[in-house]
T-cell receptor
């Protein structure tokens, strides 16, 4: 059974810092890994999608890497801003068995960026 | 508007009542999913569907029923609501199971009293 772990559970940083969020998964049989952002009381917004054959993806100040063999992904946020405050979730799309691209989520990292 | 929409956004119901949560997507995505989000458990898959008339159970299907007669709709029914089903429910869709992003609705906050 796929398990996804995110570290740290919470992070508080001053504005302007570069930061790294970590995600690990136990089964490397994945199609892709996706990073989401969730604001309080809101739905999930997709940030980045990395295919299993890719090593990284970039979007603006965000950069996500994937090391499928070791079961790890990192989300790097450059020059953090208060508007980045949210919960960040990673999810893997499982490729094993009759997976139908089911996503398994981590518990999330609650990020607070203070001015 | 294009996208994935859920209704209602908020619902309070009594124990034992049947309640249906609606999900509609305008992209004609083949795959649709229902998740629930609870403190301490994160997001857990309830049911999913690979196409119209094809559905299967996820991690926590007990007490829920789904149907998918049309590609764009994927309603979730709680046959006899229980307090343990108080949660935030999210519907999602994706074009394929392998290569594309999953898009989520805004969620339905359900309270069972």
């Amino acid at each position: 059974k796929q398990e996804v772990t995110q570290i740290p559970a919470a992070l508080s940083v001053p504005e302007g810092e570069n930061l790294v969020l970590n995600c690990s998964f136990t089964d490397s049989a994945i199609y892709n890994l996706q990073w989401f952002r969730q604001d309080p009381g809101k739905g999930l917004t997709s940030l980045l999608l990395i295919q299993s054959s890719q090593r990284e993806q970039t979007s603006g100040r965000l950069n996500a890497s994937l090391d499928k063999s070791s079961g790890r992904s990192t989300l790097y946020i450059a020059a953090s801003q208060p508007g980045d405050s949210a919960t960040y979730l990673c999810a893997v799309s499982n490729a094993g068995g009759t997976s139908y691209g089911k996503l398994t989520f981590g518990q999330g990292t609650i990020l607070t960026v203070h001015p | 508007d294009a996208g994935i929409t859920q209704s209602p956004r908020y619902k309070i119901t009594e124990t034992g009542r049947q309640v249906t949560l609606m999900c509609h997507q305008t992209w004609s995505h083949s795959y649709m999913f229902w998740y629930r989000q609870d403190l301490g458990h994160g997001l857990r898959l309830i049911y999913y569907s690979a196409a119209a008339d094809i559905t299967d159970k996820g991690e926590v299907p007990d007490g829920y029923v789904v149907s998918r007669s049309k590609t764009e709709n994927f309603p979730l029914t709680l046959e006899s609501a229980t307090r343990s089903q108080t949660s935030v429910y999210f519907c999602a869709s994706s074009e394929s199971r392998q290569y594309t992003e999953a898009f989520f609705g805004q969620g339905t906050r359900l309270t069972v009293v």
